[in-house]
């Protein structure tokens, strides 16, 4: 299986992994060299804590030489399966894909990563609407089990099987939802992280405090706040806008101050600066 991913950030950079991890060929595109480097080093630096668990079964080197690094979208032409994990943003997703259903093979799948972007419009887009689909993987990818599975209004059942099994030959849970604002995942979970937010705003308490109050009250793994950043506060807001717009309803509203932080560059863990530093 020849596997692509665009994007060589923190989730492009997790599912070149686990694709490699799983046997597959696997080619990276980003739009400049010093990103596909970094997402290399993350890579590297997961596969060296994996090996030291015993959780590999082959060498990092093995896996990591299965993945070929690239700006050139072109490199994608006999690819069985492409995942798009770019920033999310409906315009630049659709325009990526338009280019990638002229590149890609014609029985060649196109899937995105994407957080909440109707999965039907970026079918659209691409030109293939039985072979598109969303293969959403959770953060941060080797460590999670989820594949969230959304078919667009065209998918084809092949289309869907096909994603379903390559999803389970990587080791991962895959289950199925609509087309949707947000799918199932993202329309309970961004909810609550954005009302932590507006707790923040309105001095119901200290992040630490809200945090706390969530992981320990309720076992949660990470406090909302500390999720919000490690997702990273522009996707958030992102994904709030589409719930909002998709949805109608003001309980979708993005906090005032989730805005602001963006607006500034404080994006979380992946700028060094959020509702904490790192
Ligand atoms: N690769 C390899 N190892 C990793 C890793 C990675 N990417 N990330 C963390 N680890 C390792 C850590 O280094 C640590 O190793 P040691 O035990 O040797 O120190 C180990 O995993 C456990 O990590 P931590 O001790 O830091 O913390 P943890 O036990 O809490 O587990 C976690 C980490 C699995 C991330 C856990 O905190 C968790 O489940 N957090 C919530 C994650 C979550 O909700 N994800 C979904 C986000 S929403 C989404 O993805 C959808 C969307 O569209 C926005
Ligand atoms: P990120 O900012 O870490 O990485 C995005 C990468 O895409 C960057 O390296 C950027 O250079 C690259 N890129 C941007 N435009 C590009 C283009 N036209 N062609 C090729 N590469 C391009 O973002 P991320 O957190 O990895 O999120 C990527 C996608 O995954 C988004 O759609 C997001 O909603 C989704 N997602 C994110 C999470 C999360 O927790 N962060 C979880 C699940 C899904």
Redesign the pocket.
């Known amino acids: 299986m020849h596997f692509g991913v665009?994007?060589?950030?923190?989730?492009?950079g997790g599912i070149a992994q686990v694709a490699a991890q799983s046997g597959f060929d696997v080619t990276v595109?980003?739009?400049?060299q010093e990103?596909l480097d970094r997402?290399r080093a993350t890579i590297q630096k997961s596969l060296s804590k994996l090996h030291e668990k015993g959780r590999l079964s082959s060498t990092p080197d093995e896996i990591l030489g299965r993945i070929r690094f690239t700006t050139e979208l072109t490199a994608f032409a006999g690819c069985d399966l492409v995942v798009e994990?770019?920033?999310?943003n409906q315009q630049?997703?659709a325009g990526?894909f338009r280019q990638l259903g002229e590149v890609v093979k014609p029985d060649g799948i196109l899937a995105?990563?994407?957080?909440?972007?109707p999965i039907t419009s970026l079918a659209t887009a691409s030109g293939r609407p039985e072979r598109f689909i969303g293969m959403?993987?959770?953060?941060p990818v080797p460590l999670m089990q989820l594949v969230e599975v959304i078919r667009g209004y065209q998918t084809s059942d092949a289309t869907a099987q096909f994603v379903t099994e390559t999803a389970e030959r990587m080791g991962k849970t895959p289950l199925s939802c609509n087309d949707f604002p947000g799918f199932v995942s993202n329309r309970i979970l961004m909810p609550m992280l954005n009302e932590a937010i507006q707790c923040v705003m309105e001095g119901v308490a200290e992040p630490e405090a809200i945090d706390g109050i969530m992981k320990l009250g309720m076992n949660h793994p990470m406090g909302p706040l500390t999720l919000a950043d490690?997702?990273?506060l522009d996707?958030c807001l992102?994904?709030m806008e589409v719930l909002h717009r998709g949805l109608g309803d003001d309980k979708y509203r993005p906090s005032p101050l989730l805005r602001k932080m963006v607006q500034a560059g404080l994006l979380g863990r992946?700028s060094g600066q959020g509702f904490y530093r790192y």
């Not at 994990?85 to 999310?88: K, L, P, R």
């Not at 995105?112 to 972007?117: F, L, V």
């Not at 959403?136 to 953060?139: A, G, I, K, S, T």
Request: hydrophobic share 45%.
């Open positions: 665009i994007g060589a950030g923190q989730m492009g595109q980003d739009v400049q990103f997402g994990a770019i920033v999310e630049v997703k990526l995105s990563n994407t957080s909440s972007i959403h993987f959770m953060n490690f997702i990273g996707t992102s994904i992946k």
